[in-house]
């Protein structure tokens, strides 16, 4: 299929993945000695044939008629692939605690801690935080709704920071998770390919994890899977555009949002809001999360004239779309709804078929973003 989705292929080394940028190809003849290699260099040569390749197959656009279809009935061509595709087509992504260490299960604490102790460095810098292991847990007295159960007496500046969060705890009204200390949303969860590893991975009794997508028949799937939990859970249908459709969660709320190979599947001229609409969900410090196509990528390169929607934005032959990002404009999206960049990477791995001597050069970026703490109290 033209712009296929296989985006979760990775090399495990001793049955454990390696974070990517750790495998180089320092010598060409050793191509087909791995699976993939990270951080491959294109020779000028390369990247001028890729955007000839993009001028080519966007030079014909898909009529208009069409494109309104692909949006008014986005949400069955999703149910169609699903119904087809089930729970068989990607596979659980344990990658994600390598990229991601923000959703295991000791980033919980270690994350808030962290948070603190910067804040701490920044407004007094005259106060030197022990490296020690008592030191981490002084710091470690909470600063939000999360609270760790420490019982020793919390500093001055610990106090401050308390009484500046104080007014942006959750509203005590019932809502799913709401008695959870540590919350994430995933966006796009398809199947649970994201959801599913993170609560088997990360047994935090404080942790409630919520989950949506767009598409029905991939939250049915999901709660219908023998590892939802809905005491630990919530599944629930929403479409990242609906700007009248509120999440089930409060404002300020949510330590973690991820993003997997989904804000390339909607319109770009929706992206802005719809991550507007997010990063309010987000406590001071919570962390948005991000993977997803990088211009030029294989999968874009492959399109055929007649599938280009918009500037590197297209149709799949099973009605689904795709963009494919630079990192200044997922910078853009993410400062603009007022988030503090943390990471913004390309991930550019060749990955080899070595039985049928094939190469395939795919893009990734990889993005967190941080929402920042106290960023409106003064």
Known sequence: MD?????????????????????????PAR?????????????EEQAAAAERKVQENSSQRVCQEKQVDY???????WNDFYKIHENGFFKDRHWLFTEFP?????????????LLSEKKRSEVPECKSSEEGSGL????????????????????VEENVTQKLSHLEICPAEFPGSSAT??????GCGVGNTVFPILQTNN?????????DFSSTAIELVQTNSAYDPSRCFAF???????????????DSLNVIILIFVLSAIVPDKMQKAIDRLSRLLKPGGMMLLRDYGRYDMAQLRFKKGQCLSENFYVRGDGTRVYFFTQDELDTLFTTAGLEKVQNLVDRRLQVNRGKQLTMYRVWIQCKYRKPILSNTG
């Open 182 to 187: 540590y919350r994430i949303l995933e966006v």
């Open 237 to 251: 249908v929403h479409d990242l555009c609906d700007e009248d459709k509120s999440y089930p969660v409060p404002e």
């Open 137 to 156: 847990k002084i710091e470690q007295q909470d600063c939000s709704s999360v609270s760790l159960g420490h019982k020793a007496q919390p500093t001055p």
């Open 71 to 77: 949006e008014i009935n986005a949400n069955k061509y």
């Open 31 to 43: 191509v087909f000695h791995h699976n993939a290699w990270d951080n491959v260099e294109w020779s």
């Open 102 to 114: 923000e959703l295991a299960p000791i980033q919980n604490q270690n994350h808030l801690k962290e």
């Open 3 to 27: 712009g296929a989705y296989p985006e979760d292929c990775h090399t495990a080394v001793g049955g454990k993945r390696q974070q990517f940028g750790s495998r180089f190809l320092s010598d």
């Open 204 to 212: 935090d009794p404080r942790l409630f994890v919520y989950c949506c």
